[in-house]
């Protein structure tokens, strides 16, 4: 995720930070810390098996430290994934 991180920063003249992972404490720790105006980019959930397994909890903890949720992906929105 750091080549697209490096490239959205320079196309929307923003900080963009990322973590390698998409739930857990390092996400909360780096949502907690972003100030207004700054983007974080989580891990791809698609390397977890909780996403295609439709899991509840793997569902909340995705939502908890986010305001926003971007899907990228509109072709498989249909799927009855976590996400």
């Given at each position: 995720m750091t080549p697209v991180a490096q490239?959205?920063?320079q196309l929307l003249d923003l900080p963009v930070s990322t973590v390698s992972d998409c739930i857990g404490t390092a996400v909360e720790k780096a949502a907690d810390n972003l100030k207004g105006g700054e983007i974080l980019l989580l891990?791809?959930?698609r390397?977890?098996?909780q996403e295609e397994a439709n899991d509840p909890s793997f569902a909340q903890a995705l939502a908890k430290p986010a305001d926003i949720y971007v899907?990228?992906?509109f072709g498989t929105a249909h799927r009855a994934h976590a996400s």
């Amino acid at each position: 995720m750091t080549p697209v991180a490096q490239r959205l920063s320079q196309l929307l003249d923003l900080p963009v930070s990322t973590v390698s992972d998409c739930i857990g404490t390092a996400v909360e720790k780096a949502a907690d810390n972003l100030k207004g105006g700054e983007i974080l980019l989580l891990e791809n959930i698609r390397f977890y098996p909780q996403e295609e397994a439709n899991d509840p909890s793997f569902a909340q903890a995705l939502a908890k430290p986010a305001d926003i949720y971007v899907d990228d992906a509109f072709g498989t929105a249909h799927r009855a994934h976590a996400s």
